[in-house]
């Protein structure tokens, strides 16, 4: 019991408190109930780095599973719809605007998404989900190739609405 404790006195002492802990160190869902509706958004990005065959593989349109580009943008606008599901108690949401487009890099690709809703709570982990499952759907659909490919830099860049407002990453 000692280490949640000491988890929510540090969080409070930095002026937040953990909004998914109760008083007993017990996890719970935030109760929503009492919040306006918003319009809500958010931007998460991230990337994946390959080898060079891998990357000629895609961008010559020789992957035999299909084209990873477009599998992955699919992917993750559907895990952007499946958060609730994926990620423990999250609260599922009616989302308006899901997009995902997908950069070259000079060694492999930029992964963006952004995630809209009018909702009592934001859509930050949609975003991130939507971000990451696009990236492991370009690995499944590539990794016969380059198993050594490497997912990373999945963060939250911009956020609006609800009562914290406006938050916009500044070292990206």
């Known amino acids: 019991m000692a280490p949640r404790s000491r988890l929510r006195r540090g969080a409070a002492s930095a002026g937040h408190e953990l909004s998914h802990v109760d008083r007993r160190g017990r996890v719970t869902m935030v109760d929503v109930s009492d919040k306006p509706v918003t319009a809500r958004e958010a931007v998460a990005r991230g990337k994946i780095a390959m080898s060079a065959a891998a990357l000629k593989l895609i ?19 559907m895990a952007a719809k499946q958060t ?28 963006e998404a952004r995630v809209r809703t009018s909702a ?4 930050e982990m949609e975003a991130l989900c939507a971000v990451a499952v696009a990236a492991l759907t370009i690995y499944d659909m590539v ?30």
Not at 59 to 77: C, H, T
Not at 84 to 111: K, N
Not at 120 to 123: A, I, K, L, P, S
């Open 59 to 77: 961008r010559s349109g020789a992957v035999a599973k299909g084209d990873p580009l477009q599998a992955a943008r699919l992917a993750g606008i």
């Open 84 to 111: 609730s599901a994926l990620i423990p108690l999250c609260h599922p949401l009616p989302l308006t605007h899901v997009s995902v487009e997908l950069a070259p890099t000079r060694r492999g690709y930029r992964i």
């Open 120 to 123: 009592q709570t934001g859509v």
């Open 143 to 172: 990794k016969a190739v380059d198993k050594k490919m490497v997912i990373g830099d999945i963060c939250l860049v911009e956020k609006r609405g609800g009562r914290s407002g406006h938050y916009k990453r500044s070292d990206r």
